[in-house]
């Protein structure tokens, strides 16, 4: 599975983005596709996921951020409102096989993943 990550910028604080990650497989239905971050000096944080069976979202995003995937054209977007200068960051698209669970958060658990596309907020 390949992913590439885009839409990534710069943005003011109260602003929106959307990012797009597109997936080269024939199983894109059937995977966990998750989004997660990393801001520098931090480790990867947990944005959201979607997958057979539910959606999960960072306390730090809900009523923000809204995935949604289409699984006709291989594709998870990440929509990105009233941001701020704390979603600053690279965001990464990942994805792995399996089930909707209590994993989906770790990014240690996933296979497959995106090069990042890095998000600036101006405060």
Same mark, same amino acid.
Request: glycine letters at 10%.
């Given at each position: 599975?390949?992913?590439?990550?885009?839409?990534g910028?710069?943005v003011q604080?109260?602003?929106?983005l959307?990012?797009?990650?597109?997936?080269?497989t024939?199983?894109?239905?059937?995977?966990v596709?998750?989004?997660?971050?990393?801001?520098p000096?931090?480790?990867r944080e947990?944005?959201?996921?979607?997958?057979?069976?539910?959606?999960?979202y960072a306390?730090?995003?809900k009523?923000?951020?809204?995935?949604?995937?289409?699984?006709?054209?291989?594709?998870?977007? $990440?929509?990105?409102n009233?941001?701020?200068?704390?979603?600053?960051?690279?965001?990464f698209?990942a994805?792995r096989?399996?089930a909707?669970?209590h994993?989906?958060?770790y990014?240690?658990y996933?296979?497959y993943?995106?090069?990042?596309? $890095?998000?600036?907020?101006s405060?």
């Open positions: 599975v390949q992913l590439q990550a885009s839409g910028g710069l604080a109260g602003g929106s959307r990012l797009s990650c597109a997936a080269s024939r199983t894109f239905s059937s995977l596709m998750a989004w997660f971050r990393q801001a000096g931090k480790e947990f944005v959201a996921a979607t997958a057979r069976g539910g959606t999960l306390d730090s995003v009523q923000r951020f809204t995935i949604f995937r289409d699984n006709a054209n291989n594709t998870v977007d $990440l929509q990105m009233s941001l701020k200068a704390e979603d600053t960051a690279v965001y698209c994805a096989q399996g909707f669970s994993t989906i958060r990014p240690r996933y296979n993943w995106g090069q990042g596309t $890095l998000v600036t907020v405060s």
